[in-house]
């Protein structure tokens, strides 16, 4: 299968623990997206990279998450500190101007986080 | 900025019913427009899009149509199974935004037998 691989699935840790997460997009996908999807509510954009470059982040993502894309390929989403208010599923999902064009994103699986 | 309201859930239905889950969208360029299904656990796959004014979207006998003029894109279904109970969200994305893709907050749909 080569579609978007998201490890872990299930994350529980408990408060004030780091946590960290890996995006394995569609090869030869350049643009990589983080969403946040909480309880009952679609998924919100967190973040985005062209290549290795992160292009944007939004105002929900505080000062404890970064992300990073250090080769263009894989991506990893680290949260410091984590808060209650952290649970929910992450996703990812990728795009190519040739394949559907940015407009169409392929998501992943998903990791959901559980924070005690 | 971009946003999409989706008609309010839960929604249950008997086998065979007819189904509509409403779409209307706010965009600042000429997005795309995508609905996405939910299993319980799962992660998002793509049910269907349209890409531009008109375009009808269809697969697994969903359609939904690309009305510019009322900035909708409803689902619909002429007979639903209790496989389709899941949920259902409506989305958008945008070139002029990155691609970025801006989600409706989803509507449960329960079929029963």
């Known amino acids: 299968d080569t579609g978007v691989s998201q490890d872990p699935r299930h994350k529980i840790t408990k408060r004030g623990q780091n946590v960290t997460f890996r995006c394995d997009p569609i090869?030869?996908?350049?643009?990589l997206y983080w969403y946040r999807q909480t309880l009952g509510q679609g998924p919100e954009f967190l973040t985005y990279?062209?290549?290795?470059?992160?292009?944007?982040k939004s105002r929900l993502l505080s000062d404890r998450f970064s992300a990073e894309r250090p080769k263009g390929s894989f991506s990893t989403l680290e949260i410091q500190r984590t808060e209650q208010g952290d649970s929910a599923m992450y996703l990812c999902?990728?795009?190519?101007?040739?394949?559907?064009?940015?407009?169409?994103?392929?998501f992943g699986p998903g990791t959901r986080l559980t924070v005690l | 900025g971009n946003s999409v309201t989706q008609m309010e859930g839960p929604v249950t239905l008997s086998e065979e019913a007819f189904l509509t889950i409403n779409c209307t969208y706010t965009?600042?360029?000429?997005?795309?427009l995508f609905w996405y299904v939910q299993y319980p656990g799962e992660g998002l796959q793509l049910l269907l899009k349209?890409?531009?004014?008109?375009d009808k979207g269809s697969n697994k006998g969903f359609e939904a149509t690309y009305r510019k003029e009322t900035t909708s894109f409803h689902l619909e279904k002429g007979s639903v199974q209790v496989s389709d109970s899941a949920v259902y969200f409506c989305a958008l994305s945008d070139t002029t935004n990155a691609g970025k893709s801006t989600f409706g907050d989803g509507t449960t749909l329960t079929v029963k037998p």
């Open positions: 999902a990728s795009s190519s101007r040739l394949a559907g064009g940015h407009n169409e994103q392929f």
């Open positions: 965009a600042t360029g000429y997005p795309s």
């Open positions: 090869s030869e996908h350049n643009r």
């Open positions: 349209a890409t531009k004014a008109d």
């Open positions: 990279f062209q290549n290795e470059a992160q292009l944007e």
